[in-house]
């Protein structure tokens, strides 16, 4: 079953040329990476707790930083209202809690990573989906706020 699905996508992706490729190849990964981050981070807001009404957040901004925009470090589950405060009134508690987890030079290292420019390969962005998939995979089993095992 699974190998239909694989070449009815590998059809998809065939049949897309240019930025329509390039931008499905984008979604597909977005898609896995968003998956690994969730579960990594146990479905739980980093900085509330909360397991209701979340999402992936960017330290910096992936339309703005593209370079990290599939950089673990960058990247981490917040309830939604608490992604939308860091957003519009306080940037330094996300930044003050990447920096207690992982440390200045860490956040340095991120920083410098961010203002890189750095447009990704079709090849590149193949080899991060199938790569996010396989940590996906290997990482325990864990609940999401509505109690299902994944």
């Keep these: 079953m699974a190998g239909n699905k694989n070449s009815g996508r590998k059809k998809i992706v065939d049949s897309l040329v240019g930025t329509d490729k390039r931008k499905y190849l984008e979604d597909q990964l977005d898609k896995v990476f968003n998956a690994y981050i969730m579960k990594r981070d146990k479905y739980t807001c980093i900085l509330s707790g909360g397991q209701r009404n979340t999402d992936v957040s960017h330290l910096f901004g992936q339309s703005h930083y593209p370079s990290v925009r599939w950089d673990e470090h960058n990247a981490h589950v917040m309830v939604k209202s608490v992604h939308k405060d860091y957003h519009e009134s306080n940037p330094f508690r996300y930044i003050d809690w990447f920096i207690e ?12 990573r961010a ?28 609940k999401t706020s509505n109690g299902r095992e994944v």
């Design 101 to 112: 987890h992982y440390g200045q030079e860490e956040l340095d290292k991120l920083k410098e």
């Design 115 to 142: 203002y890189t420019t750095h447009s990704y390969t079709i090849g590149e962005i193949l080899d991060l989906t199938r790569q996010y998939v396989k940590k996906t995979q290997a990482l325990p089993k864990c």
